[in-house]
Nanobody, 117 residues
Framework: QVQLVESGGGLVEPGESLTLSCVTS????????MSWYRQAPGSQRELVAQ???????NYADSVKGRFTISRDTARNTAYLQMNNLKPEDTSVYYC???????????WGQGTQVTVSS
C-alpha cells in the first residue's frame, strides 16, 4: 500500500525557517511527481511547490525566493525548505504524490505550520 508520512511542522516566529519532509513507501519513488499543497482555514487549497520526475520545478508566486522543493531518491523523501517564514504562511501543509495527471494522487496526513510572534 502506498503511504506518505509528513513531518517537520511546528510553531515559529516570523523570519525563521522550517523544513518539511514527506517519506513515501509502497511505490518506486522516482516515478512520482511530488507536490506540496497548503490550506488555511477559510481558504482554498493552494499548490505551493511541485517537482516532476525529470526535476522540473514550479512554485506559487507567494513563496518564490523563500521556499525550495527537493527530492532524495535514496531516502524516498521529498522536502520543502521554508525560509523567511511569514504569518501568511500559516496553514496545514499536505504532501501529494501522483503517477500521472490521469490518476488519483496519494496524500500525506498534513502537518501544521504556524508563524506567529
Amino acid at each position: 500500500q502506498v503511504q506518505l508520512v509528513e513531518s517537520g511542522g511546528g510553531l515559529v516566529e516570523p523570519g525563521e525557517s522550517l523544513t518539511l519532509s514527506c517519506v513515501t513507501s509502497g511505490i518506486t519513488f522516482n516515478i512520482l511527481t511530488m507536490s506540496w499543497y497548503r490550506q488555511a482555514p477559510g481558504s482554498q487549497r493552494e499548490l505551493v511547490a511541485q517537482i516532476s520526475t525529470s526535476g522540473s520545478i514550479n512554485y506559487a508566486d507567494s513563496v518564490k525566493g523563500r521556499f525550495t522543493i527537493s527530492r532524495d531518491t535514496a531516502r524516498n523523501t521529498a522536502y520543502l525548505q521554508m525560509n523567511n517564514l511569514k504569518p501568511e504562511d500559516t496553514s496545514v501543509y499536505y504532501c501529494n504524490a501522483r503517477l500521472s495527471r490521469s490518476r488519483e494522487p496519494w496524500w500525506g496526513q498534513g502537518t501544521q505550520v504556524t508563524v506567529s510572534s
